[in-house]
Each structure stands twice: as structure tokens, then as C-alpha cells.
């Protein structure tokens, strides 16, 4: 098992940036793929962006290719998601998820989850 707890979210202007990190504990962070997932009120849990447990398969959805950058440090058991040019539909409560290994494109592909982070972009 591994537990996760994220943190830096909050209220930012439009075209501010923000970096969301996730704390894990417990069974060996680097065996784990990781992913931040986001969603709105009414709307479906998103993917934003994962990593894999190495590190070499990296993936960001279209809305946020160029904006965010997913990284991970193995040694401190953190992953960390920069988030540039904040638009006011990236507001969402945002999520670390993991799971063995690699990186999954789903929701329910992921076993374990933080309590969630809200982020909040003003026009």
C-alpha cells in the first residue's frame, strides 16, 4: 500500500502558476507509476499527466501540453505537477493517483489516491 497526500493548491489569476506536490509513504514510491488527475464540478475525473515508475513514459492531455510539467524525485517519494498559464478551466480539485509501475490513462486503472487539492483560476 502507499498513501498520498497532496498540497499546494489554492486561488490563482489567470496566467499565474501554481506547483502542486504529492507526498507518498509507505511501500517503495518508485515501484509506482504515478498520475494527476483533475476534475470540475459535473464533470468526469480527468487525467492531466503521468509518469511512469522510471520515469521514461510521460504523458499530458492536449489541454495542458506545453502548460504543466509532471516530475517525480524517487529518493524524497514525492511527484510534483508545475502548472503555467493557469486558465480559469484548469479550476478543479486535483488528484495524485499511483498504481504498480507504469503509467495508466484511466481512472480506475489507479488503486490508491490522495484526498484531493483545489485549484481555483480567476479571469
Known amino acids: 500500500q502507499v498513501q498520498l497526500v497532496e498540497s499546494g493548491g489554492g486561488l490563482v489569476q489567470a496566467g499565474g502558476s501554481l506547483r502542486l506536490s504529492c507526498a507518498a509513504s509507505g511501500r517503495t514510491f518508485s515501484r509506482y507509476g504515478v498520475g494527476w488527475f483533475r476534475q470540475a464540478p459535473g464533470k468526469e475525473r480527468e487525467l492531466v499527466a503521468a509518469r511512469s515508475s522510471s520515469g521514461g513514459t510521460t504523458y499530458y492531455a492536449d489541454s495542458v501540453k506545453g502548460r504543466f510539467t509532471i516530475s517525480r524525485d524517487n529518493a524524497k517519494n514525492t511527484v510534483a505537477l508545475q502548472m503555467t498559464s493557469l486558465k480559469p478551466e484548469d479550476t478543479a480539485v486535483y488528484y495524485c493517483?499511483?498504481?504498480?509501475?507504469?503509467?495508466?490513462?484511466?481512472?480506475?486503472?489507479?488503486?490508491?489516491w490522495g484526498q484531493g487539492t483545489q485549484v481555483t483560476v480567476s479571469s
Open positions: 493517483a499511483a498504481r504498480d509501475y507504469r503509467l495508466g490513462y484511466d481512472r480506475y486503472e489507479y488503486p490508491y
